[in-house]
């Protein structure tokens, strides 16, 4: 079988579908040290680019574990605001704060019995990482507001694009805390090292999402998709094979059914017939406005993305964005 999932998920796991496809060295390694620890209660940190696959991993962690009929609950600690983040995570009790009508679980809690996926912890504030530090340590949190201290009993995964080891020697991220989570490190290689992966997740894809229907590849959208670096990785795959699926009106998807890349250069007004994105095809631009403006969007996310080495910060601010609006966009064009 060319499809090769990680280890087999219980009933009531996360479909098929959601799970790891590959048949390439790389991969098969992964796929079989998550079955090794997978029933361990160890630490788990994911390493990785953007849209690699680290939640998959945390899922399958999860699935072929003994917490498997417990809770698994996934925080993107990047997207949630410095203030509130303490609060989601260990929750609160009523009139902790203004706003604070009722009691809250927290994230910990919610996933007690279970799996916590922390990803992108990386881009968690210093203050906190302190916070999770003693939890890891006592497995114990303090609601906000609350006097005393609460067990809990579950399994931690946490996951980040960065390099932690820069980050600590710049003092981003907290050498001791760094230490606890890589008790057990697993490294996913980005898409354009996975071999013939491109065209086995293509097929995939397409046999999962086109409901039925009979699409294929061309020879010449193959080659297009292998000769493509993809950025975005595995994500980035699935969102173009959606979108050949919809804009293919028969069975057959070509290179212009794709929309890979993304525009090359602007600065001056182009015509109509000049090719500007990545594959060579152009921007309609007598065409509707939003789909020049996503295009182009898409690009200077991507461009400010690799200016800044992937820190999310320093992208925003170049882009004048909040980090917030940032990740709406980044997800808004799975580029997350």
């Known amino acids: 079988n060319a499809s090769r999932p990680a280890p087999a998920a219980p009933a009531g796991a996360a479909p098929e579908a959601e799970h790891l496809v590959s048949n390439s060295e790389l991969m098969r390694a992964i796929f079989k040290r998550i079955g090794l620890v997978a029933d ?12 690699t696959g680290k939640e998959l991993v945390a899922q399958a962690l999860h699935a072929n574990s003994a917490r498997a009929a417990a809770p698994f609950v996934a925080v993107n600690c990047a997207a949630i605001p410095a203030e509130l983040l303490e609060s989601e995570l260990f929750g609160h009790v009523k009139g902790a704060f203004s706003g604070a009508a009722t009691d809250r679980l927290g994230r910990f809690r919610e996933a007690d019995g279970g799996t916590l996926f922390l990803d992108e912890i990386g881009d968690m504030p210093l203050p906190m990482q302190a916070k999770i530090l003693r939890v890891l340590q006592e497995r114990e949190v303090t609601p906000v507001g609350a006097r005393h201290a609460l067990p809990v009993d579950l399994r931690v995964v946490a996951a980040t694009h960065r390099d932690l ?10 050498a001791d805390l760094w230490y606890r989570l890589q008790v057990i490190t697993i490294m996913l290689p980005p898409l354009r090292e996975r071999g013939d992966d491109v065209a086995l997740l293509a097929a995939h894809f397409l046999r999962q999402q086109a409901q039925g229907r009979h699409k294929h590849l061309s020879a010449a959208a193959l080659t297009a998709l292998q000769a493509y670096d993809w950025p975005g990785n595995v994500r980035e795959l699935r969102n173009t094979m959606l979108r050949a699926i919809a804009l293919s009106e028969g069975d057959l998807i070509e290179p212009g059914h794709l929309g890979l890349g993304a525009v090359r250069a602007w600065g001056t007004t ?9 594959d060579g095809a152009a921007i309609d631009w007598d065409g509707p406005l939003q789909d020049a403006v996503e295009q182009l969007e898409s690009f200077m996310l991507r461009r400010a993305l690799e200016a800044a080495g992937g820190n999310r910060s320093e992208a925003a601010r170049h882009l004048g964005l909040s980090r917030q609006q940032l990740y709406r966009k980044l997800a808004q064009y799975d580029l997350e």
């Open 40 to 51: 361990s209660d160890n630490t788990v940190l994911v390493l990785g680019e953007t849209g």
């Open 165 to 174: 080891e820069a980050e600590v020697t710049e003092g981003r991220f907290r």
């Open 270 to 278: 182009p015509s109509p017939s000049v090719p500007v994105t990545g």
